[in-house]
């Protein structure tokens, strides 16, 4: 039936679409996941698609924020032969979308989403978000809701997908929705013992090493894949990357197996948040006719980060999961070299792996003023980050998307990246002949090409200015705002329909 979207335009088209996740802004972000997901869903309900989001209940989600007028609604939930109880507290955010919370004190009242305060993976996690999943497929049972697209994120969420595709229990209109899988990182695949394959209610012909079984384990993110109408991840150069071994985390051939139904969708981002000429959590705004705001907010930079206050020293920021993916242990065999042999600053905020936050932050007693770090998670020094500095440092060892480059490219602020993933995607190389391009790349992932990408991009700063400037208005006009992704996930949908029409007549046949 045709609906209105927000401007009042008819919608020919629009998808009832459950979302399950388990993270999503602002009720709950350990990373990208979150930003995507509350902005591609807010976009989609935005054009006049029904967007339903199922997310869990954590104990960190301010109850402000999920505050609603609807009450809270006592949920059972079938796992295997485990009967469990849940709350569910729901709120309407904007026209069409919704969204439920997953009220279940047993997983989700913890402090952290997914590991404790020491980086442990809570033991339980399988049974975690496989509940979460089979929770918001029991929702549409009990509201209703009949989706025709179920898009899973990530391992976490996988488990819809099986239970989507294997059992559709008294609820036969689940039966007619198609499954979509986004893989945000390949290196999460969220692998288990055995044990817990029971309780999750999985058929036992599934614990296959085509489907769920992984060395003798559970792989979940497996399983998602294998059970997905349509699998997409975030960037089409990681597309490409994992179907190769170097970067599939053992995936490759699954992903090859899905042919043209694997497919790569570059992540947008959104700019109500994340644009400096309206970014209400930074000293002062700017936009590339005026960037007198920009100095400003290196100037505050420069103080909260404890860095000597010279306007002319260029401030390389950083903003990371301390984690392997990031390549921050190659950029600790260079970063003093860097400082001791070029005249610039570091900005770093981050944390996650316990030896590189020890390591980074113990570098502003030894580079007193010139390396400032905050070990910890603070989105507003994240805003001040962008804004401040000059250069953006993102030496991934690999990159499904990357999300803080394209705000760096907004923030003037231009980005040396290794050519990996998303970050190949969305960085175009400078030209020192010409002076085009939007920042700096390198190719190999070691300590001597982080230092002399730095080193290009500071001499660049110092010696060309007239080209860095340039560049830092091109990269300001750059748009990755959600419209172009959000039509690519609408393909994507279609496409899904379509793929699982011919899968249930090959079926009925
Ligand atoms: P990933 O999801 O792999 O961590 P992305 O670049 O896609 O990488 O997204 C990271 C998001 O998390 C960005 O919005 C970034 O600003 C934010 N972020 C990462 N670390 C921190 C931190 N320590 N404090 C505040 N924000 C952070
Ligand atoms: C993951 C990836 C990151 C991506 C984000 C959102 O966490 O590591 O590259 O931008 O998901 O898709």
């Given at each position: 039936?045709?609906?209105?979207?927000?401007?009042?335009?008819?919608?020919?088209?629009?998808?009832?679409?459950?979302?399950?996740?388990?993270?999503?802004?602002?009720?709950?972000?350990?990373?990208?996941?979150?930003?995507?997901?509350?902005?591609?869903?807010?976009?989609?309900?935005?054009?006049?698609?029904?967007?339903?989001?199922?997310?869990?209940?954590?104990?960190?989600?301010?109850?402000?924020?999920?505050?609603?007028?609807?009450?809270?609604?006592?949920?059972?939930?079938?796992?295997?032969?485990?009967?469990?109880?849940?709350?569910?507290?729901?709120?309407?955010?904007?026209?069409?979308?919704?969204?439920?919370?997953?009220?279940?004190?047993?997983?989700?009242?913890?402090?952290?989403?997914?590991?404790?305060?020491?980086?442990?993976?809570?033991?339980?996690?399988?049974?975690?978000?496989?509940f979460l999943s089979q929770a918001a497929l029991y929702l549409c049972k009990t509201k209703q809701i009949k989706p025709d697209i179920v898009h899973a994120h990530d391992w976490q969420t996988s488990a819809a997908l099986a239970y989507l595709k294997t059992h559709h229990w008294d609820c036969p209109f689940l039966g007619g929705a198609a499954g979509v899988l986004t893989i945000h990182n390949i290196g999460y695949q969220g692998k288990y013992p055995r044990d817990a394959y029971e309780y999750l209610g999985f058929r036992e012909k599934d614990f296959v090493p085509e489907i769920f079984e992984d060395h003798g384990g559970i792989?979940?993110?497996?399983?998602?894949?294998?059970?997905?109408?349509?699998?997409?991840?975030?960037?089409?150069?990681?597309?490409?990357?994992?179907?190769?071994?170097?970067?599939?985390?053992?995936?490759?051939?699954?992903?090859?197996?899905?042919?043209?139904?694997?497919?790569?969708?570059?992540?947008?981002?959104?700019?109500?948040?994340?644009?400096?000429?309206?970014?209400?959590?930074?000293?002062?705004?700017?936009?590339?006719?005026?960037?007198?705001?920009?100095?400003?907010?290196?100037?505050?930079?420069?103080?909260?980060?404890?860095?000597?206050?010279?306007?002319?020293?260029?401030?390389?920021?950083?903003?990371?999961?301390?984690?392997?993916?990031?390549?921050?242990?190659?950029?600790?065999?260079?970063?003093?070299?860097?400082?001791?042999?070029?005249?610039?600053?570091?900005?770093?905020?981050?944390?996650?792996?316990?030896?590189?936050?020890?390591?980074?932050?113990?570098?502003?007693?030894?580079?007193?003023?010139?390396?400032?770090?905050?070990?910890?998670?603070?989105?507003?020094?994240?805003?001040?980050?962008?804004?401040?500095?000059?250069?953006?440092?993102?030496?991934?060892?690999?990159?499904?998307?990357?999300?803080?480059?394209?705000?760096?490219?907004?923030?003037?602020?231009?980005?040396?990246?290794?050519?990996?993933?998303?970050?190949?995607?969305?960085?175009?190389?400078?030209?020192?002949?010409?002076?085009?391009?939007?920042?700096?790349?390198?190719?190999?992932?070691?300590?001597?090409?982080?230092?002399?990408?730095?080193?290009?991009?500071?001499?660049?700063?110092?010696?060309?200015?007239?080209?860095?400037?340039?560049?830092?208005?091109?990269?300001?006009?750059?748009?990755?705002?959600?419209?172009?992704?959000?039509?690519?996930?609408?393909?994507?949908?279609?496409?899904?329909?379509?793929?699982?029409?011919?899968?249930?007549?090959?079926?009925?046949?």
């Amino acid at each position: 039936m045709p609906v209105n979207n927000i401007k009042g335009e008819i919608m020919k088209d629009p998808q009832n679409i459950l979302f399950i996740v388990s993270e999503s802004v602002p009720f709950a972000k350990s990373g990208g996941l979150a930003d995507v997901a509350g902005a591609l869903s807010g976009k989609l309900a935005e054009k006049g698609h029904r967007v339903t989001v199922v997310m869990p209940y954590y104990a960190g989600i301010p109850v402000e924020l999920t505050r609603s007028p609807e009450p809270p609604f006592p949920m059972n939930v079938w796992m295997g032969n485990t009967e469990e109880w849940c709350l569910v507290h729901s709120k309407k955010i904007q026209k069409n979308l919704h969204y439920y919370f997953i009220d279940f004190q047993k997983y989700f009242f913890r402090e952290g989403l997914y590991h404790d305060h020491a980086m442990h993976d809570y033991e339980d996690n399988p049974k975690r978000f496989a509940f979460l999943s089979q929770a918001a497929l029991y929702l549409c049972k009990t509201k209703q809701i009949k989706p025709d697209i179920v898009h899973a994120h990530d391992w976490q969420t996988s488990a819809a997908l099986a239970y989507l595709k294997t059992h559709h229990w008294d609820c036969p209109f689940l039966g007619g929705a198609a499954g979509v899988l986004t893989i945000h990182n390949i290196g999460y695949q969220g692998k288990y013992p055995r044990d817990a394959y029971e309780y999750l209610g999985f058929r036992e012909k599934d614990f296959v090493p085509e489907i769920f079984e992984d060395h003798g384990g559970i792989n979940l993110l497996k399983g998602g894949i294998h059970f997905a109408d349509i699998v997409n991840t975030v960037s089409p150069s990681y597309a490409n990357e994992t179907l190769t071994p170097e970067y599939s985390h053992g995936l490759d051939p699954l992903l090859r197996k899905k042919g043209d139904r694997y497919i790569g969708i570059l992540n947008g981002v959104d700019y109500a948040k994340w644009d400096p000429s309206c970014d209400t959590l930074i000293a002062r705004t700017y936009h590339t006719r005026n960037m007198e705001g920009k100095k400003q907010c290196k100037a505050i930079l420069q103080k909260k980060m404890d860095l000597y206050r010279q306007e002319q020293i260029p401030v390389i920021g950083i903003i990371s999961r301390m984690a392997a993916q990031k390549g921050l242990h190659l950029l600790a065999k260079s970063i003093e070299a860097i400082v001791n042999n070029m005249q610039v600053q570091f900005a770093i905020l981050g944390s996650g792996d316990k030896n590189l936050e020890d390591y980074y932050g113990s570098l502003p007693r030894k580079y007193p003023g010139l390396i400032g770090v905050h070990i910890g998670y603070d989105n507003v020094l994240a805003h001040a980050v962008e804004a401040g500095a000059d250069l953006f440092l993102m030496p991934s060892l690999y990159e499904p998307c990357g999300l803080n480059q394209i705000y760096s490219l907004r923030y003037g602020t231009l980005p040396v990246v290794r050519a990996t993933g998303g970050l190949d995607d969305t960085v175009e190389q400078y030209d020192e002949s010409s002076g085009t391009g939007t920042g700096f790349k390198f190719y190999d992932a070691t300590p001597r090409a982080i230092f002399d990408t730095v080193g290009w991009a500071v001499s660049t700063y110092y010696d060309r200015p007239k080209h860095y400037r340039a560049m830092q208005e091109r990269a300001m006009k750059k748009d990755f705002s959600w419209e172009e992704s959000t039509l690519r996930y609408e393909e994507a949908y279609r496409r899904a329909k379509e793929v699982k029409k011919t899968y249930d007549i090959k079926h009925t046949l």
